[in-house]
């Protein structure tokens, strides 16, 4: 049974960094894209970042480009999103997702991604 569980979240003040952490458990997706979404309260989740196996490519959402930055580690299965200069509008639940597609391609929309985790919250204050 896969698995993905994401840890990192947590309360932080305007300007503030969060390193969210998924690790992937039940099989191997270092030949697959992985992606990050969120979701805010009243809204629609959202696409964030992604990334390909070969951690060649990357591509962010507009609001978080320069802020953000997605990472892999395919020994240890698991991708991060390191977020700097966080905004009030950041406030969201996390998502790591993966897709089951081997391909080296990106992906950022989420009918690509077959493998979704609990999500954790990030809050922002002023």
């Known amino acids: 049974q896969v698995q993905m569980v994401e840890s990192g979240g947590g309360l932080v003040r305007t300007g503030g960094s969060l390193r969210l952490s998924c690790h992937a458990s039940?099989?191997?997706?270092?030949?697959?894209?992985m992606g990050w979404f969120r979701q805010a309260p009243g809204k629609e989740r959202e696409f964030v970042a992604t990334?390909?196996?070969?951690?060649?490519?990357?591509r962010y959402a507009d609001s978080v480009k320069g802020r953000f930055t997605i990472s892999r580690d395919n020994d240890k299965n698991m991708a991060f999103l390191q977020m700097d200069s966080l905004k009030p509008e950041d406030t969201a639940v996390y998502y790591c997702?993966?897709?089951?597609?081997?391909?080296?391609?990106?992906?950022?929309?989420?009918?690509?991604?077959?493998?979704w985790g609990q999500g954790t919250q990030v809050t922002v204050s002023t």
């Open positions: 997702a993966a897709s089951g597609i081997p391909s080296d391609s990106l992906y950022y929309t989420e009918n690509w991604y077959d493998y």
């Open positions: 039940g099989r191997t997706f270092s030949r697959n894209a």
């Open positions: 990334i390909n196996w070969s951690s060649s490519g990357t």
